[in-house]
């Protein structure tokens, strides 16, 4: 059976997509979630038990793997891993908005392939520079 397709056409329900997972399935459901006017579904995480259990850096190169594997637009990936998180789970966050509580990393120019990589500019928390943050 099609399974991504049962997946994605199921209603009422998020769909959790792993790194420490088949990220060719993940990359698969994906794609048939957005294609399908659902890209809300999927959420990103990294495979750690819950969701406050996240390896930010592992979720960097989710973003990026998955960005690469279904060429749907970077900032559609991002939402996965930010407000689709925050939709599954019933938390607030995960948008950039007014009265949103989100932080904010700015990073610095070209360098590497991946943006993720690149050295972090500034840091912004609560909608203000991070005054701890070492340059």
Not at 40 to 56: A, I, N, S
Not at 63 to 69: Q, S
């Given at each position: 059976p099609d399974v991504v397709g049962l997946l994605t056409d199921a209603d009422d329900c998020a769909l959790g997509l792993t790194l420490a997972g088949d990220v060719q399935v993940a990359a698969q459901v994906a794609r048939r979630a957005a294609d399908g006017d659902r890209?809300?579904?999927?959420?990103?995480?990294?495979?750690?038990?819950?969701?406050?259990?996240?390896?930010?850096?592992?979720?960097?190169?989710?973003?990026?793997?998955?960005?690469?594997?279904?060429?749907?637009?970077?900032?559609l990936v991002v939402a996965m891993a930010t407000g689709n998180v925050a939709r599954a789970f019933g938390q607030p966050g995960g948008l950039l908005g007014p009265g949103q509580p989100a932080d904010v990393v700015v990073l610095a120019g070209a360098g590497f392939t991946s943006p993720w990589l690149r050295r972090p500019a500034m840091t912004l928390v609560g909608g203000y520079p991070n005054s701890d943050e070492k340059r």
């Open positions: 890209p809300w579904r999927p959420f990103l995480g990294t495979g750690m038990p819950d969701d406050r259990g996240v390896m930010p850096a592992g979720l960097a190169l989710f973003i990026d793997v998955l960005g690469a594997l279904t060429g749907l637009d970077p900032g």
